[in-house]
């Protein structure tokens, strides 16, 4: 969902920026939870009603053999009921799957907040997955996401726990793949095309509501302010994909730029080319809080959006910075009320 650094990193790259953040986390904690629940996406929605996997299994479920990325011939139970899913569990949150285990750093104390009105009771793993955690929650089917997590022999050790499906970085990348196949891969491809169905529903909803107030072909950026330094997101990825390719904002030319020459989902702006970022908007995650140096300084306060009073503030903790239909609908929701009032 979340790469920081190179590709090849997965989530280990997403544990040096979760670190980076957990203060702003642990501290946003609360109001996240807030805004997580007021959330009036219809994929939220769905999330706030999701139960454990306890379904009665259709009478046509069959025990099935499925080759992952990598090759394995995988046999996936007939209706998984104790799904471990690290860092996939935007799509199993979607799909109204409770996994036996959420994604965690920090022994625990980090987690992804805006999936908590969903996953609230659910205990944690440890980001890497070891393999005695991973066989303390007893799961009848392991999805990983990506090849490199299954490297040095953890691929051997996790299949003898559970049939153990990996997604592979191609699949990962793209969340609706990722959707579409964790949702085969449950038995539930019917509720995968209805969540990708009601997903572009909103997004042509919100895009429609943007046009009305007159915002239409304006630009904007996301940019995250961390220890002092800036960084933009992928314009394919994440919040990028949603502000540019769901909802129609036009993309800022530095942004472009970055996004052309990117090795990761958030990559560094450059100080001397921060003041390059003519966009009308800009939406802002600010980990280093209202006395940061970024914020004061004359490049920053030099450019349009800032001048024209259109910086929103928004909560590192909340979806900008994950991909799936979870996040997707809350980031529309922090558009609109941002920008229509």
């Not at 997965?10 to 920026?17: D, E, K």
């Not at 052309?260 to 009308?280: G, M, R």
Request: include cysteine; charged fraction near 20%; hydrophobic fraction near 40%.
């Amino acid at each position: 969902m979340l790469n920081v650094f190179k590709k090849k990193t997965g989530r280990t790259g997403f544990v040096l920026l979760s670190l980076l953040i957990l203060t702003l986390v642990l501290s946003a904690c609360g109001s996240s939870a807030a805004n997580n629940s007021a959330s009036s996406s219809n994929t939220s929605n769905a999330a706030a009603s999701t139960e454990p996997s306890d379904s009665t299994a259709p009478s046509e479920a069959a025990e099935r053999t499925i080759k992952d990325a990598m090759g394995h011939d995988v046999k996936i139970p007939a209706n998984p009921q104790r799904v471990l899913a690290s860092y996939l569990e935007d799509h199993l949150v979607a799909l109204g799957v409770k996994p036996v285990a959420q994604w965690s750093v920090a022994d625990g104390k980090s987690i992804q907040d805006y999936l908590q009105s969903s996953l609230s009771g659910v205990p944690t793993i440890a980001y890497d997955l070891p393999p005695e955690q991973v066989a303390s929650f007893n799961p009848d089917l392991i999805i990983i996401d990506s090849e490199s997590a299954v490297e040095k022999g953890l691929y051997e050790q996790y299949s003898a726990i559970a049939p153990t499906y990996v997604l592979g970085d191609a699949v990962r990348n793209d969340w609706r793949k990722s959707l579409t196949t964790i949702g085969d891969l449950l038995g539930k491809s019917a509720e995968a095309e209805k969540v990708l169905a009601d997903y572009d529903q909103k997004a042509a909803d919100t895009k429609s509501t943007l046009e009305a107030a007159g915002l239409s072909g304006q630009s904007a950026a996301v940019l995250w302010i961390t220890q002092k330094a800036v960084y933009t997101v992928k314009d394919s990825v994440a919040s990028g994909n949603v502000l540019y390719h769901d909802l129609g904002f036009s993309e800022p030319s530095l942004v472009t730029d970055i996004s052309k020459a990117a090795q990761a989902d958030w990559n560094p702006v450059p100080v001397e080319q921060l003041s390059k970022l003519d966009a009308d908007h800009i939406f802002v995650m600010n980990s280093d809080g209202p006395d940061s140096e970024t914020i004061k300084s004359p490049i920053w306060q030099g450019l349009k959006a800032v001048k024209n009073g259109n910086v929103h503030e928004i909560s590192a903790s909340g979806g900008w910075m994950y991909k799936g239909a979870v996040a997707g609908g809350q980031i529309m929701d922090d558009v609109l009320s941002n920008l229509v009032k």
